[in-house]
């Protein structure tokens, strides 16, 4: 397995942007698809963003599409989250997630897909 460690979170006022990375170590990264979920108090976690193990295929949640944009670097082993346009409501931990998939052109939406998360970050949007 993979083992994933997030980092880019912060405080941002509204209409801004961040960009979290999630470092992976371990097997081999392009092997398995990544995913971004999000995580408020008292509410399930949230599928946000998921990419292929080649990064060909991506796939956002409704709310996300047109604001958020997933990437992955096979050769650096990370997977990145810009967010642009950022509401408050935004405001979340952020986790990383990681499924291992025969097939490169595959994602991945539902939290139980996944087999590795990260601890996440947290981002806090002002309004």
């Known amino acids: 397995q993979v083992q994933l460690v997030e980092s880019g979170g912060g405080l941002v006022q509204a209409g801004g942007s961040l960009r979290l990375s999630c470092a992976a170590s371990?097997?081999?990264?392009?092997?398995?698809?990544m995913g971004w979920f999000r995580q408020t108090p008292g509410k399930e976690r949230e599928f946000v963003a998921a990419i292929s193990g080649s990064g060909g295929t991506t796939y956002y949640a409704p709310s996300d599409k047109g604001r958020f944009t997933i990437s992955r670097d096979n050769a650096k082993n990370t997977v990145s989250l810009q967010m642009n346009s950022l509401k408050p409501e935004d405001t979340a931990v952020y986790v990383c997630?990681?499924?291992?998939?025969?097939?490169?052109?595959?994602?991945?939406?539902?939290?139980?897909?996944?087999?590795?998360w990260g601890q996440g970050t947290q981002v806090t949007v002002s309004s």
């Open positions: 371990g097997r081999t990264f392009s092997n398995y698809a």
């Open positions: 997630a990681a499924a291992h998939s025969s097939d490169p052109t595959y994602i991945y939406t539902w939290r139980s897909d996944y087999n590795t």
